[in-house]
């Protein structure tokens, strides 16, 4: 009998019943299916040009919630104006995957920001080694270019080497969402939540004996 599991759905990472919300397993959040249902011709659609990001020569410091917030691709450099903690890090070969949230906590807080070092890559990345280094909890600052599409997509693809500050950031408390909410018929449409840790009660009609 399974009471308490972990849940990692559509960009969430959740933390289901009494489990240490601390023990998560990055999940790769890089399919477009994953992301809410975009699809990978979105990204040569306006508000989403992929090719726009090798024209960028500076970035705008924000938080992450206010750039999300706004939904409008650009450059930008998060972390600095205001502290933003490392939640997961993946890496391979090729590919650096960093989640990130504000240490604000709140509404569109957390994003995705991605490394690739791959051939043909329209973002090429020369900070994997950074990334693969980088330790969870800490605080961090990231450059890169926010992509939007109009399906819906986003993810920020690193430019710049990532700076691990080297010491521990204040990572939010984690949101609680509905059971349906976390599930892959998500009703968070807005995707506010997107990529934090979430907590999600499961009751005696979601346990499965």
């Known amino acids: 009998m399974k009471i308490g599991t972990t849940l990692a759905i559509i960009g969430l990472f959740a933390v289901a019943g ?33 090719k726009a990001a090798a024209t960028c020569t500076s970035y705008t410091p924000s938080t992450i919630a206010a750039m999300r917030g706004a939904g409008t691709s650009g450059c930008f450099q998060v972390g600095a104006m205001a502290p933003a903690v490392a939640l997961a ?6 590919t650096g995957t960093l989640v990130l949230q504000d240490s604000a906590g709140g509404d569109d807080s957390a994003v995705l920001a991605k490394c690739s070092t791959s051939a043909g890559t329209t973002y090429p990345c020369s900070a994997l080694t950074a990334v693969g280094a980088i330790t969870v909890g800490h605080s961090v600052t990231v450059s890169g270019y926010y992509a939007k ?10 430019f710049d080497p990532v700076t691990d ?4 950031g204040t990572v939010p408390a984690a949101a ?7 599930g892959h018929a998500s009703t968070l449409a807005d995707k506010k939540k997107y990529y934090q840790k979430v907590s999600v009660t499961l009751g005696g009609a979601t346990v499965k004996v």
């Open 18 to 50: 009494c489990r240490d919300p601390e023990n998560l397993v990055p999940v790769d959040l890089s399919h477009p299916q994953d992301m809410g249902g975009g699809s990978a011709d979105d990204m040569t659609q306006p508000g989403g040009d992929m």
């Open 89 to 94: 890090v993946t890496a391979s070969s090729k």
């Open 165 to 168: 500050s080297g010491s521990a």
């Open 149 to 158: 599409t109009k399906g819906g997509l986003e993810t920020l693809p690193i």
């Open 176 to 182: 609680t969402v509905t059971f349906a909410e976390a």
